[in-house]
């Protein structure tokens, strides 16, 4: 059972640049999350699809980042002009949803982002 | 809104001992859900228990127990006879059972140590 995949591991880039991420998700589940986690916080939730659909983003996420999951597998996220406080770990997690039941999130290992 | 709390932000035992991780959360839900994840030095949240509001429970796995008090809303989890390998942080998180496709609130973690 592969688990969720997260690339890259690691990414430094310069104030003002886009980056992307990417995440591969457990094979079958539907549902697919991100979250950014600071040093010293617990995650915190920035938005989540059910297939390809996106139905939920915080208000943490701001009009510099975007989030797709085209064809309801994997999902990128896009920081466009990054900023100092961007600099955090990126979580992706996935679970299965299915007639009302769902199941517990798991968790990649994270993208490392840091903002020169 | 619902909130989690660990107030314990490290803790440091000596192998063998046990230790009591503290969770305290605030929902205006009366089903919800709550977890106990792991994060070792690695990264990767590793999921470790859900439970159910309705379920109140105890619940015990090897040397892992969990203590669920809905009239005082804590969800305790309590380390028997701690391994150096149990040193990680531990976060307490909760979701709602129904709405807001179950995002995970997260607590801010506690740090455990287990020495030699």
């Known amino acids: 059972d592969t688990g969720v995949s997260q690339n890259p591991r690691h990414k430094i880039t310069k104030r003002g640049q886009n980056v992307t991420f990417r995440c591969d998700p457990i094979s079958e589940h539907n549902r697919l999350y991100w979250y950014r986690q600071t040093l010293g916080q617990g995650p915190e939730f920035l938005t989540y699809f059910q297939n390809e659909a996106q139905l939920e983003k915080s208000r943490l996420l701001s009009d510099r980042f975007s989030a797709e999951r085209p064809k309801g597998s994997f999902s990128t996220l896009e920081i466009q002009r990054t900023e100092q406080g961007d600099s955090a770990m990126y979580l992706c997690?996935?679970?299965?949803?299915?007639?009302?039941?769902?199941?517990?999130?798991?968790f990649g290992d994270g993208t490392r982002l840091s903002i020169l | 809104a619902q909130k989690v709390t660990q107030a314990q932000t490290e803790i440091s035992v000596v192998e063998k001992e046990d230790v009591t991780l503290d969770c305290v959360y605030e929902t205006r839900d009366t089903t919800y859900y709550l977890f106990w994840y792991k994060q070792p030095p690695s990264g990767e949240l590793v999921f470790l228990i859900r439970?159910?509001?309705?379920?109140?429970q105890n619940e015990i796995s090897g040397r892992y127990s969990w203590n669920f008090q809905k009239s005082t809303s804590s969800f305790n989890f309590t380390i028997t006879a701690s391994q150096v390998v149990d040193s990680a942080v531990y976060f307490c998180?909760?979701?709602?059972?129904?709405?807001?496709?179950?995002?995970?609130?997260f607590g801010t973690g506690t740090q455990l140590k287990v020495e030699l």
């Open positions: 997690a996935s679970s299965l949803a299915a007639g009302g039941y769902n199941q517990p999130q798991h």
């Open positions: 439970r159910n509001s309705f379920d109140e």
């Open positions: 998180a909760l979701s709602r059972v129904t709405g807001g496709g179950n995002k995970l609130t």
